[in-house]
């Protein structure tokens, strides 16, 4: 691994874990605030988003930044981080242990890692992806630093497939045990991980799926937009914020023909 990327994961690995010690003394102990969108936030998400992007820009300063309570307009540099201070907001809210902490960072416009820190479970994934991007580096996708990859099983009704609170009006298509975690970045790792063998998120924005893309394809694992057109990479100038990419992730691309009739629905 050259200087740069070592830098890399070692700012995010310590960043999220000193940011992740200090959001669980807050946990299940604060107040959440709607927003426009109908998702929930806390004055920890607004202290996270702030110590995030403070250490970034004393890190990083030639990078740009775009975070989910910060700055939505995508920048014009050749670097830009993605963050999601807190993913789960309601779950950290209520007391429930799936939440976590989002950085992505991109390469003119497409993610290239991507690192989760899940503080109450004590599990870290990152990953590395540079196919198609002129860039060298590593490659691979981890957890707590052992590699992890997709599941090479069929889909069967003994298998998980993850969905959010929006779509559940497609699980009787499913023909597989549903699982809803609350946590768009979790139902993604689910998948990338081996746990489960698909999952679909019906309004994610680009700060919950640019941190776990390329953990996700680095894992073997394949992300299919349900609009036609592609997410990335991200155009300069254009404004993020209130744009939602429905999206089906699936464990291996020769079931994606079967899951995607079946989510369609959704748009």
Request: charged fraction near 15%; glycine fraction near 8%.
């Amino acid at each position: 691994m050259t200087n740069f990327w070592k830098t890399v994961f070692n700012f995010a690995q310590t960043t999220t874990t000193e940011v992740g010690q200090r959001l669980r003394l807050d946990w299940g102990s604060v107040q959440a605030d709607e927003k426009s969108d109908g998702s929930l936030v806390t004055q920890s998400d607004h202290w996270a988003d702030q110590e995030i992007r403070r250490r970034i820009n004393h890190t990083f300063p030639e990078h740009g930044l775009l975070s989910e309570e910060g700055e939505h307009l995508f920048p014009t540099t050749d670097w830009c981080w993605i963050i999601d201070p807190i993913d789960g907001t309601t779950n950290f809210a209520r007391g429930l242990p799936i939440w976590g902490i989002l950085m992505g960072l991109l390469y003119r416009g497409t993610p290239v890692f991507g690192y989760v820190h899940l503080p109450p479970l004590n599990q870290s994934f990152h990953g590395f992806w540079l196919e198609n991007t002129g860039l060298t580096g590593p490659s691979g996708a981890f957890r707590n630093q052992q590699p992890i990859h997709s599941s090479l099983e069929t889909p069967c009704s003994d298998h998980f497939f993850n969905v959010c609170t929006r779509s559940t009006a497609i699980i009787p298509n499913i023909p597989c045990k549903i699982r809803l975690m609350g946590m768009a970045g979790y139902n993604f790792l689910m998948v990338a991980s081996g746990v489960a063998i698909g999952g679909v998120e019906a309004t994610p924005k680009v700060w919950d799926i640019a941190p776990l893309w390329p953990i996700l394809k680095a894992a073997g694992a394949v992300w299919t937009p349900l609009n036609p057109e592609p997410i990335f990479p991200l155009q300069p100038g254009q404004d993020y914020g209130h744009r939602s990419y429905p999206i089906l992730v699936a464990s291996q691309e020769q079931w994606v023909s079967q899951f995607q009739p079946l989510v369609q629905s959704l748009l």
